[in-house]
Structure formats: C-alpha cells, structure tokens
C-alpha cells in the first residue's frame, strides 16, 4: 500500500481546525506600527497638493507619507515580465492613474488611529480625462494613461499559421462573433496582509508576507530596496488563499517595508476587502472578435481572434505577458490546423490585470468552446457531435497544435463522452422538451479543457518572467529515529501540499506518512524555490520532493551497504529495510541505517555524518491536464435568473497524489468558474470609480448558488516520473462556457446570443426582452 | 467601557473603548486569533462566533453587546486536544483548504446542528449561505456538517 494515490488525512488540518492558524494579522511584535493608506478617488488626475499637517497631529500617529513628499526617496517598481514598465513607487508621485493608487501613508500605534489619521490627510487633485474601455484607448485621440509613451498600446502579437486565409476562402461556413470575458477578482477569503520587522543593528529584516512565493519575492525586494538578500527573510505562514493575486509584489506593501527600513520599527498592514477590490490586482478583461471557418461536415478549418487585452494602468509582476497564454491555447484540444491569432494590449486607467487562476487559458476556452457551440447551432449539429468530429483522436497523438505545442496523453472524445453520459445526455433532449411545454427553460451544454500548466522550464518561452525560477526545491533532513523534514519550496495558499509531499516522501523512504513532517514558506529554512501557482505543486513541487527523496535513500543504500558488508548495489531496500540480494536473513531496518548515518560507530570516517539530500527539480517541459464538463440549467424568463440542476466534471489529473485533495482541487475551481459564468464582475462607471468593491455588490457564490458536482475521472498518467498532471487551475476553464452553453441552450427558443458573462438575471432578462 | 464577557466557558473582565467590535475583543484583547476577519461589509462570515447558543458575525457585534453574554469560539472545541465531531469531519471530508473561512463555517455549522441534528442538505447549504469559502466549493464542507450529527460542545 503505496501513500500516493491514497485519500489520506492532510497533515495542515488539525491545527487550523482548531484555531491554531497562523496568519500575517494572527503575528504579533511589540511597538508595531500600523498602517493606513491614502488612496485616489479618481482613475486619473493631478495631486496638486498634498497637506498631512492634521494627520500627523491625531493620536496615536508615528509617522505619515506622501508620494510627492516622499519623491525621489522611494524606489522604483520594476515588472518582472518587461523591461519598459511605467514608472511605479509605492506611493504615487504626482499623478494618479486608478481608482485606488496609493498617495499617502499614514503610520499609528493602532489601526483604528491610523484609520483615523489618514482621514484627516488633504489631498488636492485636478481631474485628467481617463480612459476605461480598451477599444478606444487604442484611438489616436484617447486620453493618456502614460503621455510619454505616446499611445496606450503597450504591444501587439500577432501569429498566423497554417493557412487560414485560405480555409476561410473554402470554408462553407464562416461563424463570427464577439465575445468579452470580464474583468474580475481572485478574492481570496484572506485579504493582504504585511509585517515587516526590520533589525536595525544589524541590518536584518524579516518580512511576514501574504503571498504565494517568497524566495522570488525576497529576490526582488533586494533588487528593488538594494539589500542583502542574505539579510532579508520572507516568511508566507499560513495563507488564507491567494489564487495568483499573492504573486506580486504591491506598492503598499512596499510602502509598508520602506517605512519599516525608514523608521526601524516593524509596520504591519492588513488590506480590508474594499481596498482589495480596488488596489489588489484583477484578471481576465478581454474581448474577441472571433471566426471559426468549418467545412460542410462540421470540420474546423481555422480559427482566426483578434482581440484586445485591457491590462489596466501599470505593470505588475506578470501583468503584459498574461494575455500572451490565450494565445497559444485557443486551439484546446481541438485539431485545427490553420490559426490568425492578433492580441493587442492597451493601458487603461483602472487596476492591473494579473495571474488569476487559469489566467489566460480560461479566456482561450471560454472563447473557443462558445465559437464551436454557435457553429453547432448554425450547423445545426449536435453539440457533442460537432465536437467529437473536432477533438484530437488518441491515434492522433502525439499532436503538434499550430503553435508548436505537442500534447502526447489523454483521450479526450472519451473524456467528453464520460461527461454526455454522466449528464444523461441521452434524456436531455426529451426532458428539455417536456419543461418547455410546461413553460420551464432548462439547456444543457458541453465544453472541454486542455490546461497547460506547471510553469515552467527554466529558460523555455513560457518562463520569460526575470528572477522568476522555473524550477522547486526540497530538501529533506531524517533524523536519527529514521522520521524527516521535508523542507519544500512549494507555498501553499491552501493547495495541501504539505500533504502530498509527505506522501511522496513516505514512498520513498519507506516510512509512514506520519513520520514524514513538511515545512514551507520561510526563506530562512527552505532552499530557493518557486512557490505555488500555475498548477505546478505536483507537478513541480512533487517532482522536487521525489528526487531528493530518491538522493537520500541512495545514501542510506551506501551506508547499508557497509553495515552489511556488500556492495551497493547488491543492496534491496524493500519493506522499510536494506537487505543483500539473495540473502534475505542479513538486513538491516530504515531506522538503524538512519541512525547509523549520524553517528558513524560501525562505519567510522567511510561517510560524511549525516542523511539528506537537496533537490532543484527544473520540469523538462511544461505539463498538459485534459477534462470535459457539462452542466444542465434552468432559466426563469420571468427574471433571468439562472439555476444550475447538474454539473459534471471529467477530468484527466494523470496520476492523483490524494484523491480527497484532487476533488477539492476541481471543486473549488469550478465554484470558480460558476462565480464567473453567472455572478462576479469587477464593474467601473463611468468615472472609473469601482462599485462593486464589496462582498455586497460582487458577488461570491455561496453554498446555495454551487450545486452538487458529479466528478469522474479518466486517466492518463503523463510522461513524467510520477505520472501526474495538474490540477488546481482545471476546474476554472470549462466551467465558465459549460454554463453558457447550457443558457444558450435553454433560450435558444428566443434567438438570443450569449457573447458575455457574467449571466446575471439582469442580463439573462434583458436579453430576452430585448425591447 | 468595562465588560465581562464568558468565553469558552472562562470569565474575562475587560476594560475597551465603546466602540470596539467583539471581533477585535476577541482577536486583539483576549488574543483569540482563531475567528478572521475577511471582509468590511458582514458578508463573509469569517468571524462566526456563538453568542448565548446563536451563530453571529462577530464583526457587527460591539463588544458592549456581549457583556454579561457567553461567547464560543474555534478554540473552544479541541477537548483535550482531540478534535470534536465536527472537527474531526472537516478533517475526514477534506472540508477546508486554505483555512481561512473555516473558524466561521465550523461555529455557523455548529449553532446549526445543534438546532437540527439531520437535516437534508438543501437546509445545511441555505444554513451556510451567510459564510463564503473561495477555495472548496463547499460540497466538501456540506458532506462533513451533513455526517455530524452531534457537532460537539465547548469543553
């Protein structure tokens, strides 16, 4: 009975059960000074003066800032995906860009007094015309958002390959629509939060960070702040999720560690959710005009997009490469031979768009599996069929996609297959038929995924970020009872790979999982690691794991081996114990050869004491996950609202580390993509004020709006030493078009055209009564 | 303001400004730091606590409503450092990821049970509706409170 594959229990649970989590707000250090922040109420204007004489008389104030004041003492904010960025300091300095930007900081003995401080702050602001929407940023005559680059546009890819010119020249049928993927939040249950303790005597500072890879973040904070990274340390605790919106580095928090260095105090900030929404990073945000050429049998021939990416006004760690993974991804799992792909990316005067679970892919499924949904319907072709006639057959593999991709696993008609049947596609049609004769709109609707993932081989076009590791590290440390440390450079915000590495570990060595103990997020004690995002923990993470763990038994079988008197390699470790090969009486057990290791009284100076090992595991390549899903809906006509009765998730993980951690996985990226197909939308007006920056107005989906989810899986180990794939972004991609296929399916009797989400009943009702 | 407030079964006399929510008597005076706080609007329900045998947001409720008032929180349940029941089936059902929510989620789910010890799971999800989890997509959660019939009471 091997560990991995087993549901066993994660070893994170008990404590944060019990209340025993650990999070940035739960660490206190005394004489902490606490933040504030001043923050623009305009998307773009002049700070023509900024007076923070009554601030710093409230009680209890420390210390108060401004970016004007405070111009030319703080750093510049550098992207880590283009060398051009715009100009960033923590606080602005005499401009601000968008609703939110940070102006001014204001330092206080308590957060309620500095709240009450930095209400007290006067700034002064002379409003400039702003722009929101992408499309017209890009006319010649739009405002602004950076004058002195002279155009919003920050760049343009465009790839043509195959020959699609031509395909649409012969299609016999050219479907064309355009479809928006909104803006959104990642809204992870635990906002920011930031404690920064400097040492000023010996120039240390330990920074208790919020976030999702501290090894880049501490890397950058050096190179931004010109420290020691030597004496810089970034512990990530527990992290109450982050979803990629903990990846960056953000100006208040840099404001934070600056003020920290200034006055040599610590500084904690903790962001309320109404700051998160405005000045914490959004994703998604772009619109497609797409065409599909098919031949008369259904058959895609080319799939040409040209679509806008609004990134908002500033660079961020990933910010203008996100939109670049739609791209090479619009294909899917779908054999098209020919693609016109054009992506242009604008500035705006709203937040940064960031890494946001499944960015990118998310947006290229979205757009792809509602295209070929309106090709069935303008076909009229069945939806599965149409795409069964489309999907890339197993005797196809391995397959290059247009883009140079070469997937090798997975078999994804019959993941779709699974999905039709689970749904009990067979009885839909009759069902649909019968609800609309008493009056009831019920749809269903199918989308596939294909997640690329695990990024990224160091020095591979996926990985183009500067000190951005494509590779993880462990190191794992067995004492001499024979039980470990694990220490990962995985940082999870919830993912439980601690877990999943005690099980590969246990594996390995031969040990129970309880005696395999796991330790991340803390640059102090852990080897230079990645962190957690981009499905990359097994896939990664796991492989870091595994190797070190395979180093270390390697050095047991050498000290077994001279307690034993053999050679190495007639040594068999089998069953917790070294064993001669043919001689099964002469064995020595786990636990002798791991204290033998340390204290060397029978092999004397052969080794050095010891037993660990150190891995960096950089992947080969990336790493591809595959599933089908289909939901079934109710629309209610008299209000729009949407209601879904069945959604089924298929999916291929490849090899699964614990079953339990896996559903969750899939579970919690669909309610994801439920809150995205129907519910969330980051909203500005026409000010480019932002009203949905609450709980109340953006609206997560609760217990109520998920249904029960009816997974299976069909897998496909992939061709890596443990098999696996990944899978935390999986549920995210299909999700959002199952469900707007399945409305577009339910009103289909109405003519109506799904090109937006997210489908609320206002939207669903107003496009029913289109009067 | 002086108040006394029964937490987890222990008597705390405690001296705060009127204005101070419970959550932050909670998490800053008595260093209870078990029950979050996740948004500004009582929408999440991060900071559940049981207040006199009922499931209230801790963020709406001014410490001064709670004098003389019997308070539940996380850490009042781990009997002897077991978990209770409810614990132990978040633990089995892979109920919690981040762990973020989940303080908030246990002492709602626990104010409910108690009421009704088997109910459908239509009543567990419209009973959980106040607590948002972003990471589980709550079936996870729905089938721990649903096989808890006895959720488990402070020590």
Same mark, same amino acid.
């Given at each position: 009975?091997?560990?991995?594959?087993?549901?066993?229990?994660?070893?994170?649970?008990?404590?944060?059960?019990?209340?025993?989590?650990?999070?940035?707000?739960?660490?206190?250090?005394?004489?902490?000074?606490?933040?504030?922040?001043?923050?623009?109420?305009?998307?773009?204007?002049?700070?023509?003066?900024?007076?923070?004489?009554?601030?710093?008389?409230?009680?209890?104030?420390?210390?108060?800032?401004?970016?004007?004041?405070?111009?030319?003492?703080?750093?510049?904010?550098?992207?880590?995906?283009?060398?051009?960025?715009?100009?960033?300091?923590?606080?602005?300095?005499?401009?601000?860009?968008?609703?939110?930007?940070?102006?001014?900081?204001?330092?206080?003995?308590?957060?309620?007094?500095?709240?009450?401080?930095?209400?007290?702050?006067?700034?002064?602001?002379?409003?400039?015309?702003?722009?929101?929407?992408?499309?017209?940023?890009?006319?010649?005559?739009?405002?602004?958002?950076?004058?002195?680059?002279?155009?919003?546009?920050?760049?343009?890819?465009?790839?043509?390959?195959?020959?699609?010119?031509?395909?649409?020249?012969?299609?016999?049928?050219?479907?064309?629509?355009?479809l928006a993927v909104?803006?959104?939040?990642?809204?992870?249950?635990?906002?920011?939060?930031?404690?920064?303790?400097?040492?000023?005597?010996?120039?240390?500072?330990?920074?208790?960070?919020?976030?999702?890879?501290?090894?880049?973040?501490?890397?950058?904070?050096?190179?931004?702040?010109?420290?020691?990274?030597?004496?810089?340390?970034?512990?990530?605790?527990?992290?109450?999720?982050?979803?990629?919106?903990?990846?960056?580095?953000?100006?208040?928090?840099?404001?934070?560690?600056?003020?920290?260095?200034?006055?040599?105090?610590?500084?904690?900030?903790?962001?309320?959710?109404?700051?998160?929404?405005?000045?914490?990073?959004?994703?998604?945000?772009?619109?497609?005009?797409?065409?599909?050429?098919?031949?008369?049998?259904?058959?895609?021939?080319?799939?040409?997009?040209?679509?806008?990416?609004?990134?908002?006004?500033?660079?961020?760690?990933?910010?203008?490469?996100?939109?670049?993974?739609?791209?090479?991804?619009?294909?899917?799992?779908?054999?098209?031979?020919?693609?016109?792909?054009?992506?242009?990316?604008?500035?705006?005067?709203?937040?940064?768009?960031?890494?946001?679970?499944?960015?990118?892919?998310?947006?290229?499924t979205f757009v792809?599996e509602r295209?070929?949904e309106e090709?069935?319907?303008?076909?009229?072709?069945?939806?599965?069929?149409?795409?069964?006639?489309?999907?890339?057959?197993?005797?196809?593999?391995?397959?290059?996609?247009?883009?140079?991709?070469?997937?090798?696993?997975?078999?994804?008609?019959?993941?779709?297959?699974?999905?039709?049947?689970?749904?009990?596609?067979?009885?839909?049609?009759?069902?649909?038929?019968?609800?609309?004769?008493?009056?009831?709109?019920?749809g269903?609707g199918f989308a596939?995924?294909?997640?690329?993932?695990?990024?990224?081989?160091?020095?591979?076009?996926?990985?183009?970020?500067?000190?951005?590791?494509?590779?993880?590290?462990?190191?794992?440390?067995?004492?001499?009872?024979?039980?470990?440390?694990?220490?990962?450079?995985?940082?999870?915000?919830?993912?439980?790979?601690?877990?999943?590495?005690?099980?590969?570990?246990?594996?390995?060595?031969?040990?129970?999982?309880?005696?395999?103990?796991?330790?991340?997020?803390?640059?102090?004690?852990?080897?230079?690691?990645?962190?957690?995002?981009?499905?990359?923990?097994?896939?990664?993470?796991?492989?870091?794991?595994?190797?070190?763990?395979?180093?270390?038994?390697?050095?047991?079988?050498?000290?077994?081996?001279?307690?034993?008197?053999?050679?190495?390699?007639?040594?068999?470790?089998?069953?917790?114990?070294?064993?001669?090969?043919?001689?099964?009486?002469?064995?020595?057990?786990?636990?002798?050869?791991?204290?033998?290791?340390?204290?060397?009284?029978?092999?004397?100076?052969?080794?050095?004491?010891?037993?660990?090992?150190?891995?960096?595991?950089?992947?080969?390549?990336?790493?591809?996950?595959?599933?089908?899903n289909?939901a079934?809906v109710?629309?209610?006509?008299?209000?729009?609202?949407v209601?879904?009765?069945?959604?089924?998730?298929?999916?291929?993980?490849?090899?699964?580390?614990?079953?339990?951690?896996?559903?969750?996985?899939?579970?919690?990226?669909?309610?994801?993509g439920i809150?995205q197909a129907l519910?969330?939308?980051?909203?500005?007006?026409?000010?480019?004020?932002?009203?949905?920056?609450?709980?109340?107005?953006?609206?997560?989906?609760?217990?109520?709006?998920?249904?029960?989810?009816?997974?299976?899986?069909?897998?496909?180990?992939?061709?890596?030493?443990?098999?696996?794939?990944?899978?935390?972004?999986?549920?995210?991609?299909a999700s959002p078009p199952a469900i707007a296929n399945a409305v577009a399916d339910a009103l289909?009797?109405?003519?109506v055209r799904i090109d937006r989400t997210p489908l609320?009943?206002?939207v669903v009702?107003?496009l029913?009564?289109?009067? | 303001?002086?108040?006394?407030?029964?937490?987890?079964?222990?008597?705390?006399?405690?001296?705060?400004?009127?204005?101070?929510?419970?959550?932050?008597? $909670?998490?800053?005076?008595?260093?209870?730091?078990?029950?979050?706080?996740?948004?500004?609007?009582?929408?999440?329900?991060?900071?559940?606590?049981?207040?006199?045998?009922?499931?209230?947001?801790?963020?709406?409720?001014?410490?001064?409503?709670?004098?003389?008032?019997?308070?539940?929180?996380?850490?009042?349940?781990?009997?002897?450092?077991?978990?209770?029941?409810?614990?132990?089936?978040?633990?089995?059902?892979?109920? $919690?990821?981040?762990?973020?929510?989940?303080?908030?989620? $246990?002492?709602?789910?626990?104010?409910?049970?108690?009421?009704?010890?088997?109910?459908?799971?239509?009543?567990?999800?419209?009973?959980?509706?106040?607590? $948002?989890?972003?990471?589980?997509?709550?079936?996870?959660?729905?089938?721990?409170?649903?096989?808890?019939?006895?959720?488990?009471?402070?020590?």
């Amino acid at each position: 009975m091997t560990a991995v594959g087993a549901r066993l229990p994660r070893k994170e649970d008990p404590r944060i059960l019990s209340g025993g989590g650990r999070y940035v707000d739960d660490i206190t250090v005394p004489h902490t000074a606490h933040a504030c922040f001043v923050r623009s109420p305009f998307a773009h204007a002049d700070i023509t003066s900024v007076d923070l004489r009554r601030a710093r008389r409230a009680p209890g104030v420390v210390a108060a800032y401004s970016g004007p004041e405070s111009a030319g003492s703080m750093p510049l904010i550098p992207s880590a995906a283009a060398d051009d960025s715009p100009p960033r300091t923590p606080l602005t300095g005499d401009r601000v860009h968008y609703v939110g930007e940070p102006v001014a900081m204001v330092l206080a003995a308590d957060p309620r007094s500095a709240l009450n401080a930095a209400e007290r702050a006067d700034v002064d602001y002379e409003p400039l015309p702003h722009v929101l929407d992408p499309w017209e940023a890009l006319s010649p005559d739009a405002p602004l958002v950076h004058p002195d680059r002279r155009t919003n546009k920050i760049g343009e890819i465009h790839k043509v390959l195959g020959d699609p010119d031509g395909a649409f020249e012969r299609a016999d049928h050219v479907v064309s629509r355009q479809l928006a993927v909104q803006r959104i939040s990642a809204s992870p249950m635990e906002p920011r939060a930031i404690l920064a303790v400097p040492e000023p005597a010996s120039g240390h500072l330990t920074v208790y960070l919020s976030c999702q890879g501290p090894h880049t973040l501490r890397t950058w904070l050096a190179h931004i702040l010109d420290l020691d990274e030597s004496k810089l340390r970034i512990v990530a605790p527990d992290v109450g999720g982050g979803f990629g919106s903990k990846l960056n580095l953000y100006s208040d928090e840099l404001a934070v560690i600056w003020a920290a260095l200034e006055l040599g105090i610590p500084v904690k900030w903790v962001e309320t959710r109404t700051e998160n929404f405005t000045a914490g990073v959004h994703a998604r945000d772009q619109i497609h005009n797409a065409e599909l050429a098919l031949d008369a049998g259904g058959k895609i021939l080319a799939l040409r997009s040209h679509f806008v990416g609004d990134l908002g006004a500033y660079f961020h760690f990933f910010t203008p490469v996100v939109p670049d993974l739609t791209i090479d991804t619009l294909t899917g799992n779908y054999d098209i031979p020919s693609v016109d792909i054009k992506l242009e990316k604008v500035f705006t005067n709203k937040m940064s768009i960031e890494a946001l679970r499944g960015s990118g892919r998310a947006e290229a499924t979205f757009v792809l599996e509602r295209m070929i949904e309106e090709a069935a319907r303008e076909l009229d072709l069945d939806p599965v069929e149409i795409r069964l006639r489309n999907l890339v057959a197993p005797d196809q593999l391995p397959y290059e996609t247009p883009f140079g991709l070469t997937y090798t696993g997975g078999d994804y008609p019959a993941l779709l297959r699974r999905a039709a049947e689970l749904v009990g596609y067979d009885s839909v049609r009759a069902g649909q038929a019968e609800a609309r004769r008493e009056g009831r709109y019920v749809g269903v609707g199918f989308a596939t995924y294909n997640l690329l993932c695990g990024f990224s081989p160091s020095g591979h076009d996926w990985n183009p970020m500067k000190f951005f590791p494509g590779h993880e590290s462990t190191l794992i440390r067995v004492d001499p009872q024979g039980k470990a440390v694990a220490y990962s450079g995985l940082s999870p915000q919830g993912q439980g790979s601690d877990t999943i590495v005690a099980q590969i570990v246990a594996d390995q060595l031969q040990v129970p999982f309880d005696h395999i103990t796991v330790v991340h997020g803390d640059t102090e004690t852990i080897p230079f690691g990645g962190g957690t995002h981009g499905s990359r923990g097994a896939v990664v993470g796991g492989h870091a794991a595994l190797v070190a763990a395979q180093r270390v038994v390697e050095k047991a079988r050498q000290v077994a081996a001279a307690m034993l008197e053999a050679a190495s390699e007639d040594i068999v470790f089998a069953d917790g114990s070294f064993a001669v090969a043919g001689s099964p009486e002469s064995t020595v057990s786990w636990q002798e050869v791991a204290e033998e290791a340390h204290f060397l009284k029978r092999c004397g100076p052969m080794f050095e004491p010891g037993l660990e090992a150190t891995a960096f595991y950089d992947p080969p390549d990336v790493n591809f996950a595959f599933g089908a899903n289909a939901a079934i809906v109710e629309v209610d006509i008299e209000t729009g609202k949407v209601k879904i009765l069945e959604f089924v998730s298929v999916d291929d993980y490849g090899v699964g580390i614990n079953p339990g951690i896996v559903d969750g996985q899939i579970h919690g990226g669909i309610a994801q993509g439920i809150g995205q197909a129907l519910y969330e939308q980051v909203s500005h007006d026409e000010a480019g004020q932002v009203p949905s920056a609450s709980f109340a107005s953006y609206l997560l989906p609760s217990a109520v709006e998920v249904p029960r989810l009816t997974l299976d899986n069909i897998v496909s180990p992939s061709d890596t030493p443990l098999g696996v794939r990944g899978v935390g972004e999986s549920g995210t991609l299909a999700s959002p078009p199952a469900i707007a296929n399945a409305v577009a399916d339910a009103l289909a009797p109405f003519g109506v055209r799904i090109d937006r989400t997210p489908l609320r009943p206002s939207v669903v009702w107003e496009l029913i009564h289109p009067e | 303001m002086r108040l006394t407030v029964a937490v987890n079964g222990v008597t705390h006399r405690v001296d705060c400004h009127p204005s101070t929510l419970l959550v932050h008597l $909670l998490r800053e005076e008595l260093e209870l730091t078990g029950t979050h706080v996740g948004c500004d609007t009582s929408s999440c329900g991060a900071c559940t606590v049981i207040l006199d045998g009922a499931a209230v947001k801790s963020c709406t409720v001014l410490a001064g409503q709670a004098d003389g008032r019997e308070i539940e929180t996380v850490e009042g349940f781990a009997d002897n450092h077991r978990l209770s029941p409810l614990q132990q089936a978040f633990a089995d059902h892979f109920a $919690l990821q981040c762990g973020f929510c989940t303080s908030g989620f $246990l002492m709602a789910a626990t104010a409910f049970l108690r009421q009704n010890p088997e109910p459908s799971e239509a009543e567990v999800r419209k009973a959980l509706e106040g607590n $948002l989890c972003r990471c589980t997509g709550y079936q996870h959660i729905v089938d721990a409170v649903r096989s808890t019939r006895t959720p488990g009471d402070r020590r």
